[in-house]
Every structure is written in C-alpha cells, then in structure tokens.
C-alpha cells in the first residue's frame, strides 16, 4: 500500500469513524436496492421452509455456509421443488444479486450469487439484495459490505449473545462508501486482482501445509510398520492391512499387548469434576495433538467416563472421529465413553502403540470395521482381536524418538507456513479496507488484461 498515493482531500466521516475522500458520500444499502418491492428481503418463516422440504435435488437453496470470504459458496447445496420454489417465489435469488449473511461468523458477510443455477431460494438467516446497478457498481458493493469498516458498524446493530444477529431493517439502514461509479469500478478491479495474487500465495501454503500432513502421517506409518533399518529382512505379518513386518518383529493380538480399561465413574463426583476431561472434539484428527483441555465440570459432563491415567493412550472408537488418538498428560483424568482409555503391557509401549494408532494403515482398518455394524464404531471385541506388531522395546524407543524428531521438523515448517497465511491474510483485510475507503487513490492503477 506504501506503493499508492492518498486522495488530496478528505473529510472525516462520523459514521465510519474515519476519514473519507472528500468527493465520496455514504449511502444506505436500502438506497442502492433496485426500485422493487423484493428487492431486499429476507428468507422465510421457519415455518414456510422445512428440513422436510429438502430434496436431492431441483431448486438450489442459499444458506449461512454458501456465503464464506466474500463468495458464493458452491458446495454442501440442499434443494427443493419446483413446486416450492413458487410458493417462496418473494424469496428467489438470482444470479448477480447480493446475499447477505444474517448471522455471525462474522455478521453481514456478503458474497455475489453466482451463476451455476438460474435462480435460488434463500433460508431464514439470509438476505437477498438486488442492487439497482445504475447506481452502485456490484462487485464494489460486494468489496464494500464485506470490508472491516462496514461489518463493524453491522455489529454495533446486532443483537444476541452467543451467536450476533443483524435484522433486514438494520441491514437496509447500513452504510458503504460511496465514490463516484468510476472511482467504484477502478477499486472493484483493482481489489480483483491484488486480492487473486494474495489468494493464490494462501493457496500454494495451505497446499504446503496439507503435503507436510501428508508427510508426517506417510513418516509414521512406515516407521511402525516397517521399521527404521531399509535392509531388515520382511515377512508377511499375516494380516491383509498390515502387510509386510520386519522379520523379527512379533506380530500378536491387540488384547496381549494391550488392555481396554473397563469401568465408568460418574464426572459430577467429587472426586472426578475436577479432572480434565478428554473428548474426540479436544484431539485434532490424525496428528494427535490435544487442542484444547476442560476439566468434567467446564465442560458440564454427566453421563458415565472412564478413567485414565499418564502415558496411557485414549482412542475414539466412532466415526467420524476414528483417527483421533491422545497421550494422557495428567496423572488422572477422565475420557469420554465416546473413547478407550488404553495401556500398553507386556514388552508393547504407550507411545509406540500411540503411533500405531495413528498410522494409516490402523486408521483404514478400523474405518473398514466400523462400516460392518449398525452404529459407526469399533467395539472393543473388534479391536481386541487386531493384530499389532511389536519390535523389540529398544526399538520401538528408537522408532518413537525418530518420529517425534521428524514430527518437530515438520511442524516448525508447517508453523511457518501457517504464519505466512495468517500475514497474507491481514494483508488482505487491510487492502480492501484502504480501497473501500479512499486511504488509497487507485484511480491510475491498471493491470495487463484488466477493464480499465
């Protein structure tokens, strides 16, 4: 932004609470609406629009999760007649109007219909808004609802506690900056671009961050599979998933080396609500990493746990959780019956069982088990039958020191680019707010290829 210069005059805007250029006003979004009676509407009823009425296909409905970064979201669609469709017709989006999101995260989050379908059906908790384009121009709009200054005045109107709602009539009442429509056009293309080059840089890192997951998990699954030494002699481990083992590694059931704690306590005891309480939603899939901790009472546990204590591995047995395993880190804690507190004995150890528990190889057998019963699950009778291989316990120290070692590599890479992202990120927030604003004159930029 350094690279552009400030307008020569501006003038401070008490509802933006920040300086404007002084040839720019404000308008209302209900001003900018075209001169119809739908024009800016919300979705219906609750009542008019039914969980029932969802099919597999027809009519494309919009709702909250459609409307993400300023976009038209184009997955996760639910639809419904024809026939519907015309009972809700005051309720139709078209492609190149504007949706609004009535609901955080974050409130008044706007993106442009897109033109997959011919029309849509809004839900409840969005807004439709058909601009009169004679007066503002549509991707501009887009940029101006969606920038920091305008849905930070959206929240001040909201009501509610844990989850902010804006109404249509505060949303009709809201204001954007309003340049010439020149001045709008140059700052829409000038936001499309600059923002496409941030975009793909996010892309290629968060690509970057998907290969190093990918990385670790490929590292922990041949290391407690197949060993660390490339030149020890393989044998068949006799079990389809597992494939090849090292050739003096044993290969033994899960209930030899392994016991499944039985017995439940209750977490409003005394003697338990002050435990840390693990559940699949604390462990992030595939990596093991706990997110966050709770103790029983926090969290307002009352059903049955079960009991485990340091060092022990707790495993989700239900889908989709199923590649979600944890070291316990207390002396005593407490895990959901949703988990198996588990300790390794006889010659196996904890960590080394936790990594096995983590490889792919276990993830996808497990995943297979838990297809074959009525509830998406392993049980324990499952899993006690598996067979695991078990190296020498001076090896498996070795294979769990060169995981943690790799583990940390690549997590400071991934650290990295995790950071990058979050700076690109607020690098971008902070451009679309200087354009919409006027902090920045973009009216001499122009780019190869960009409709000046």
Request: hydrophobic share 40%; proline share 5%; aromatic share 8%.
């Amino acid at each position: 932004m350094a690279d552009f210069k400030a307008y020569e005059k501006y003038a401070y805007s008490d509802y933006f609470k920040t300086e404007l250029p002084r040839e720019w006003t404000e308008k209302r979004l209900g001003y900018i609406s075209a001169y119809d009676k739908n024009s800016f509407v919300d979705g219906p009823f609750g009542s008019d629009l039914k969980s029932d009425d969802y099919k597999d296909s027809g009519v494309p409905l919009i709702q909250l999760n459609n409307i993400r970064d300023g976009k038209h979201v184009l997955q996760n669609y639910k639809f419904i007649t024809e026939k519907k469709r015309l009972e809700l017709s005051r309720h139709v989006a078209l492609p190149n109007d504007i949706v609004i999101a009535k609901m955080a995260e974050p409130v008044a989050r706007s993106a442009i219909v897109s033109n997959q379908y011919p029309e849509y059906v809004i839900v409840a908790d969005c807004v439709k808004l058909s601009p009169d384009l004679d007066l503002v121009n549509l991707k501009f709009l887009n940029w101006a609802i969606n920038s920091v200054l305008v849905k930070r005045n959206a929240e001040l109107v909201s009501s509610g506690t844990t989850r902010i709602r804006v109404s249509l009539g505060e949303l009709k009442k809201l204001k954007i900056p309003y340049p010439s429509l020149v001045e709008q056009k140059l700052i829409a293309n000038f936001l499309d671009h600059e923002t496409a080059q941030i975009d793909t840089l996010i892309d290629k890192q968060q690509t970057l961050i998907q290969l190093l997951k990918e990385k670790r998990q490929a590292v922990i699954s041949h290391a407690v599979t197949k060993g660390l030494n490339p030149d020890a002699p393989m044998k068949d481990s006799g079990v389809e998933w597992l494939g090849e083992v090292p050739e003096h590694w044993v290969v033994t059931k899960f209930s030899h080396c392994a016991q499944i704690r039985n017995g439940l306590v209750d977490p409003k005891a005394p003697d338990f609500k002050k435990l840390v309480l693990y559940a699949p939603n604390h462990i992030e899939k595939g990596t093991g990493k706990v997110v966050y901790k709770e103790t029983a009472e926090e969290q307002g546990a009352d059903s049955s746990k079960y009991l485990c204590y340091k060092g022990e591995v707790i495993y989700s047995k239900i889908r989709p959780a199923l590649a979600k395993v944890a070291i316990c880190e207390e002396e005593t804690a407490l895990c959901s019956a949703d988990m198996y507190p588990i300790n390794a004995v006889n010659g196996l150890d904890n960590r080394f069982l936790y990594f096995f528990m983590l490889s792919d190889n276990f993830t996808k057998a497990a995943i297979l088990d838990s297809d074959r019963v009525a509830m998406p699950k392993i049980n324990r009778e499952s899993l006690s039958d598996y067979r695991l291989p078990v190296p020498p316990v001076i090896e498996q120290m070795a294979i769990c020191k060169f995981i943690a070692n790799q583990n940390t590599k690549l997590e400071e890479l991934e650290s990295k680019a995790t950071k990058a992202i979050q700076l690109m990120q607020e690098r971008r927030t902070a451009l679309i707010s200087a354009a919409v604003t006027g902090k920045i004159d973009v009216r001499g930029w122009r780019a190869v290829g960009v409709e000046a």
